[in-house]
């Protein structure tokens, strides 16, 4: 599923109009739609206020209040600016509304069971301010429930990010594609449930648009999911090679297990001498083999079967690790920097893009702190979530997942996914070290990165949801079983059709 931006929609929108299909028609379509799910929000006969404001957005709540009123609900108008100055499309839809139009107060709203929010959507351009800003907060003390029409006014579709103060819905109805703020935080929060609607603009125009985001879901990265066939062996299915810590020896062990349970036909983890039978007790599918320093690691890289390369988890913030993500990266495997091998390119994060330049097949996996010890460019930048991450991209010539609720990853070409699916529980110690064993894992089997990234984030979500809350990061590599079950389920149906 494409994620549209503001302007994106917009050529959508335009596309559609110049085709024949006027702007009047898709907001009688996205009325209509918005009619659907406040009856669905709304017992029989019951009150609904419906905030319009004088842009398209607000034509479309008076659409809905119309067809609400047509089908027997008492609908009260409330509107924020002046009627007069309303966009043509708005206005005629508005003309079609013969009861009162009010100015908002906090005594219209009272007794509405439903507000249906449709003050501002893909047009707000600036913050919320003065009668906009008033009738923002009368919705959100209200105890009525709240319909966003498109997006929460005050939230940009775009970013997610909040202009002023936004309205904080139980359910938002948007048309034709989600919007990146319908799933970055904290946009994703104020919409809550999101429904999508189709309003009569034909996909076709997704391919004049060229959009480059994606909702991170299995469609986007199915078709090129390792599927272990009939007649594979251990060796087919890759060996991933991971670089183990001398103090921390759990983030390892935990990257380690995720990777053999992700599908990597063989996982070899290079100890060092000291803490060599903390690894060997613990792990007993995983080749654990001595590794001294830089030395050790070169020669562990000299099996060039071993093709995926995880260097950081637990390995300390130091020169020695720096050290180990470069050899990694020379090698010319598929490699994942996770951690302290991240940090301790702090200093110098230049050596580590040209580094990454070169090899062409590296993913990196910061969390915010990591993401701002590295790419100090960009540190208290305005730009979203999604663009940083972007810009993180194409600046280091790699793959950049930047972790959290909505973890981002994005390609060096500009592509991207938003992941919406990780459950707050997932939030705890050493997940991050499972999710850098899933992504070694699918590289060892030879998904390429910007697809093995996505897909790895996608399954540490459904497997912290799997699991429930009270999870533990030891609880992950086997929740990822059933998660694995479905796509070889998915893939195989797809084979037989
Ligand atoms: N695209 C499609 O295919 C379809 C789109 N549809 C619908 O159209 C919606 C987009 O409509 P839109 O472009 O008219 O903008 P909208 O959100 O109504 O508001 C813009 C107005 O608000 C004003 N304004 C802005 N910020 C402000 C602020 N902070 N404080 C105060 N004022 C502010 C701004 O005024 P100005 O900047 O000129 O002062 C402008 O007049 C979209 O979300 C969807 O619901 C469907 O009908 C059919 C198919
Ligand atoms: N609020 C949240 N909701 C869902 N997932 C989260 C949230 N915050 C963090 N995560 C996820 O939890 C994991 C934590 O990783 P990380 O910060 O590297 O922790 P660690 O280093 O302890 O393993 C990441 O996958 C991140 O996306
Ligand atoms: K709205």
């Known amino acids: 599923m494409e994620l549209l931006t503001t ?17 009047g028609e898709l907001m009688l379509a996205a009325g209509q739609a918005v009619r659907d799910s406040a ?6 006969g019951a009150c609904v206020y419906v905030l319009c404001g004088t842009g398209n957005n607000g034509g479309d709540g008076f659409v809905a209040a119309r067809l609400l009123q047509e089908s027997g609900y008492r609908v009260r108008v409330g509107i924020v600016g002046d009627r007069g100055s309303m966009r043509p499309d708005a206005a005629a839809a508005a003309a079609l509304w013969h009861g009162p139009v009010e100015r908002v107060s906090a005594d219209r709203l009272e007794g509405a069971s439903l507000i249906v929010d ?7 351009a600036r913050d ?11 919705v959100n003390r209200s105890t009525a429930r709240v319909l966003a029409v498109d997006v929460p006014s005050g939230v940009d579709g775009t970013t997610g990010e909040v202009r002023g103060e936004a309205v904080q819905a139980d359910a938002t109805i948007t048309f034709f594609r989600l919007k990146p703020g319908h799933v970055l935080l904290p946009g994703r929060e104020l919409c809550g449930r999101v429904r999508l609607a189709q309003i009569g603009i034909e996909p076709g125009v997704l ?27 251990k060796y087919s299915r890759g060996h991933a090679l991971i670089a183990g810590g001398s103090t921390m020896t759990g983030a390892a062990r935990l990257a380690a297990r995720a990777a053999l349970r992700t599908g990597a ?4 983890l290079g100890a060092p001498p000291a803490v060599l039978p903390i690894y060997q007790a613990a792990l007993e599918a995983v080749i654990v083999l001595p590794m001294d320093g830089r030395g050790g690691f070169a020669d562990l890289l000299l099996d060039d079967r071993r093709n995926a390369v995880l260097v950081g988890p637990g390995a300390g913030a130091d020169f020695a690790t720096r050290e180990l993500a470069w050899l990694a990266l020379e090698s ?34 910061p969390h915010e702190g990591e993401f701002n010890r590295v790419f100090r460019g960009l540190r208290g930048s305005s730009r979203s979530k999604l663009e940083r991450a972007r810009a993180a991209a194409e600046a280091s010539g790699s793959v950049v997942l930047l972790k959290g609720a909505d973890t981002v990853i994005a390609a060096p070409d500009g592509r991207a996914a938003i992941s919406d699916n990780a459950p707050p529980w997932l939030a705890t110690a050493g997940s991050g070290d499972v999710l850098a064993g899933i992504i070694t894992g699918l590289l060892a089997q030879g998904m390429p990165a910007f697809e093995a ?12 949801r799997e699991i429930g809350p009270g999870l533990i990061a030891e609880d992950l590599p086997d929740a990822l079983r059933p998660v694995l079950a479905r796509l070889y389920g998915a893939a195989a149906r797809a084979q037989s059709t």
């Not at 919320?128 to 009368?138: I, K, N, T």
């Not at 990234?453 to 912290?464: D, I, Q, R, V, Y």
């Open 39 to 44: 009856v669905d929000m709304l017992p029989d």
């Open 453 to 464: 990234a996505a897909a790895a984030a996608w399954m540490h979500g459904e497997a912290a």
């Open 128 to 138: 919320v301010q003065g009668a906009a800003l008033e009738a923002v907060r009368l």
């Open 265 to 268: 036909g063989l996982v070899t």
């Open 118 to 124: 449709a003050l501002f959507g893909a047009g707000l």
């Open 7 to 23: 302007e994106e929609m917009n050529r959508a929108d335009a596309l559609t109009a110049a085709s024949g299909r006027p702007v």
């Open 207 to 233: 391919d004049a648009i060229g959009s480059r985001a994606w909702l991170n879901r299995p469609s986007l990265w199915g078709s090129c999911f390792p599927v272990p066939g009939a007649g594979g062996h």
């Open 332 to 365: 010319s495997r598929s490699v994942v920097l996770d951690a302290d091998a991240l940090t301790s390119f702090a200093d110098e994060p230049e050596h580590l893009f040209s580094r990454n330049k070169q090899n062409g097949n590296v993913v990196l996996t």
